[in-house]
């Protein structure tokens, strides 16, 4: 088995109940999740060693976030408790043409003032193969960007293929008016496959791109990118057009830096469930495909089915299996199985 380590912060996702707004009803949802946990929850699920390497509160939140990642497969002995709180979300359902909306209570979280000196990157990435990571990590602080930049550097020092999704969050980077592009290319110099689309290239190099067509906006900002940072071979992204809050339509787009871009054709989300945590989703697919050397088409046919799977499960997690993502690959049948 490949040993992913996936670094950030674990969460306690709280949501208003069915379609309800935050507290009509005095009750909330309880889910964990995290960009990064949601990633190495799918890679467990897949057959890969996954791990999560974080800090949680010594609280009785933080052991139940841990346990919840261990009972999905997921590695914890790189997760410490510390003194602090656990960083939480809200999270309001949106219906028909009201969307979701997301309230961020993540400040001063165990996680956000973790001394970046008490990540040892040597021993915490001992027997990986991958490093992933987020672009939420830095957004949170100063600290937790140090240790973000500071875990791709030493991951990409110690010969690990670095993966960092782009999860561009101004909100949080606005509330401690971090320099988001300049620490973002920090970490970028040290990716190898970066998940993300033309915006998420256009904070980080200043520049806009205006092809008209989405996929050449794309393919143009992967060039840019290749050409910046030279580790980078790989960029991958969805392209979602909501139709409704429950009706989206998606497809992917695989960039590599020597080859023509692939493409996986668009699949139709009607009635979605719950999409936190697609994009994760997706980019757990693609690892999982980069790291099995599947040729580039079924990469990103598996990103995409896993990511569209997502859309049915509650939660943060992709709490579907191999078999299953293939299965929607090679059939994409929805009648009962008995």
């Known amino acids: 088995m490949t040993r992913v380590v996936c670094f950030g912060e674990l969460l306690l996702r709280l949501a208003a109940p069915g379609r ?32 999560v390497a974080s800090v949680v509160a010594d609280n009785p939140l933080g052991a139940a976030a841990v346990a919840e990642l261990r009972r999905r497969g997921v590695d ?10 656990m960083g939480l979300y809200f999270l309001v359902p949106g219906a028909i043409h009201r969307p979701s909306e997301v309230i961020y209570d993540r400040a001063g979280s165990a996680f956000a003032l973790a001394d970046p000196a008490g990540y040892d990157w040597p021993a915490l990435l001992e027997g990986a193969q991958w ?17 973000a930049v500071a875990a791709a550097a030493a991951a990409h020092g110690l010969g690990l293929q670095v993966s960092f999704d782009g999860n561009f969050r101004p909100r949080l980077w606005q509330r401690w008016h971090g320099d988001a592009p300049g620490i973002l290319r920090r970490i970028l110099r040290h990716a190898h496959v970066l998940f993300a689309d033309h915006r998420d290239i256009a904070v980080v190099l200043g520049r806009d791109f205006a092809q008209a067509d989405p ?54 989300l009607a009635g979605i469930v719950d999409r936190i945590g697609g994009g994760d989703a997706f980019a757990a697919g693609v690892l999982h495909g980069l790291i099995t050397a599947m040729p580039a088409e079924p990469v990103i046919r598996f990103g995409l089915a896993a990511a569209c799977l997502k859309h049915s499960i509650p939660g943060d997690f992709n709490l579907v299996s191999l078999a299953e993502v293939q299965s929607l690959v090679d059939e994409g049948r929805f009648d009962v199985r008995r």
């Open 76 to 85: 914890t002995r790189r997760v410490r408790a510390a003194d602090g709180r």
């Open 131 to 147: 490093l992933h990571l987020s672009g939420v990590s830095p957004a949170l602080g100063p600290e937790a960007a140090e240790a």
């Open 215 to 268: 996929r050449e906006r794309v393919q143009a900002a992967a060039e840019a990118a290749f050409a910046a940072f030279p580790s980078l071979h790989t960029l991958a992204c969805t392209h979602r057009h909501a139709h409704s809050v429950d009706h989206h339509t998606l497809s992917a787009q695989l960039c590599r830096r020597d080859a023509a871009s692939v493409f996986a054709p668009p699949m139709e």
């Open 20 to 51: 309800q707004r935050l507290l009509q009803t005095p009750a909330l949802e309880v889910h964990v999740g995290g960009a990064e946990a949601n990633v190495a929850v799918s890679l467990a699920a897949f057959g890969h060693d996954a791990a």
